[in-house]
């Protein structure tokens, strides 16, 4: 039996073009995009119709999985309660972060952690019980002891797509301001104000004995099984350089102009922040989004730590005149969906899944960061190949 959706009186945001009329999704693919309105299918009344949102980064799961310091929350409840948000964000395809390598006082709490969180997306995956499309996505803090351990332990899960190798250690990347590490540690509850400075001296020994080794070491061990390979806040050509020679395809947050240049020259998907965009400016201090994009920099926006915010950030980039809309999906939808090599989405596309997202805006007053006013979207339904989800 053939199941069929049909979408009209639709703003239908195309790869280079935005045309008023409908889609038809049949059996989970897009069979056909037309100019025009036609009598049957679901009005949408003039409301723009997207492609769902890709997710690369996102570090949601683990909130709702603690939600306060010392607070446990069941995996699978918490989820569902993750991707049930993300859902409702627009977002239809979810790499879902799995923090790996921890400071040795932190190290059980981690591993345990991690390991209820990828043992709940997977169950819930295979129970039908999740709204979007789920992948994993394993954050590799490369100068913690066990980085290479808890790696094998979890990279043959068949969910996982990308890893990312990560280095907070304080003076250095993100966090070149050791100033800045400790307001930001501190003022997360993740150490007090008296053992900050030994807290510091820690983490500066655990990279010193670890972090180049681990690098190498997870970056072989993806490789050898197809993960895609992400680098993590590169500050420097130098950085850049020794990622694309293990083999990285992708630069999340780079922290400075620099170093997106040299990432993009070498062929690599430059990944910021939409709350970066949504705010005017980087929460540590680094390089704007909108300094990447107004140079050519910049090709995939991500939740980071806003679920809402990679809608947000393409409405409000064209309120802001900064861009098309047709272009500010791309960052959210085939840009990322290529860059993990999930050709079959992203787009608006015969053949492509149907995964859509009907959105109406509203306008608000300007602000400092954007004085032209405030475009806020409203996401109305989701679907997901043709089903509706949200």
């Known amino acids: 039996m053939t199941n ?136 590799c803090e490369v100068s913690a002891e066990d980085c290479v351990d808890r790696f094998e332990e979890f990279a043959d899960n068949p969910r996982v797509r990308l890893a990312s190798l990560m280095d907070h ?25 008296s053992n900050v400075d030994a807290y510091v001296d820690e983490l500066l020994h655990e990279a010193r004995l670890h972090a180049d080794r681990n690098r190498h070491a997870v970056a072989e061990a993806a490789r050898r099984r197809g993960i895609v390979l992400a680098a993590h806040d590169d500050a420097t050509t130098e950085h850049v350089e020794e990622s694309v020679g293990l083999g990285m395809r992708i630069a999340e947050f780079p922290t400075t102009i620099a170093a997106a240049e040299s990432a993009v020259a070498h062929g690599l998907s430059v990944v910021m922040g939409a709350p970066n965009i949504v705010r005017g400016g980087s929460q540590s201090g680094n390089v704007a989004a909108s300094a990447l994009l107004e140079r050519g920099l910049l090709h995939v926006l991500s939740s980071d730590y806003v679920p809402s915010s990679p809608m947000q950030a393409v409405f409000q980039l064209v309120a802001d005149g900064t861009i098309r809309l047709e272009d500010a999906v791309k960052l959210v939808s085939s840009n990322p969906a290529k860059a993990v090599g999930l050709d079959d989405r992203g787009e608006i596309t015969v053949g492509k899944r149907g995964d859509l997202v009907r959105v109406r805006t509203h306008a608000l007053p300007g602000t400092p960061e954007h004085p032209a006013g405030l475009s806020v979207p409203i996401v109305r339904t989701v679907y997901r190949q043709g089903v509706r989800v949200a």
């Open 169 to 193: 250690t304080p003076g250095q990347r993100q966090f070149g301001d050791v100033a800045a590490f400790k307001k930001y540690y501190i003022g997360k509850g993740l150490v007090s104000e």
């Open 4 to 139: 069929e959706l049909v979408l009209t009186d639709a703003r239908v945001v195309l790869g280079d073009e935005v045309i008023l009329g409908s889609v038809v999704v049949r059996d989970g693919r897009i069979a056909d995009v037309s100019t025009g309105i036609v009598a049957a299918g679901e009005d949408l009344d003039g409301d723009y119709l997207l492609p769902g949102v890709v997710e690369l980064h996102t570090d949601h799961a683990e909130y709702h999985l603690r939600p306060r310091p010392g607070v446990h929350w069941e995996a699978m409840p918490a989820v569902l309660a993750h991707d049930a948000q993300m859902t409702s964000a627009g977002a239809t395809t979810v790499l879902d972060a799995v923090r790996l390598g921890s400071e040795p006082s932190n190290r059980e709490t981690v591993t345990r952690s991690a390991r209820r969180l990828a043992d709940a997306i997977t169950t819930a995956a295979a129970a039908g019980a999740l709204r979007a499309d789920h992948a994993i996505h394993l954050r």
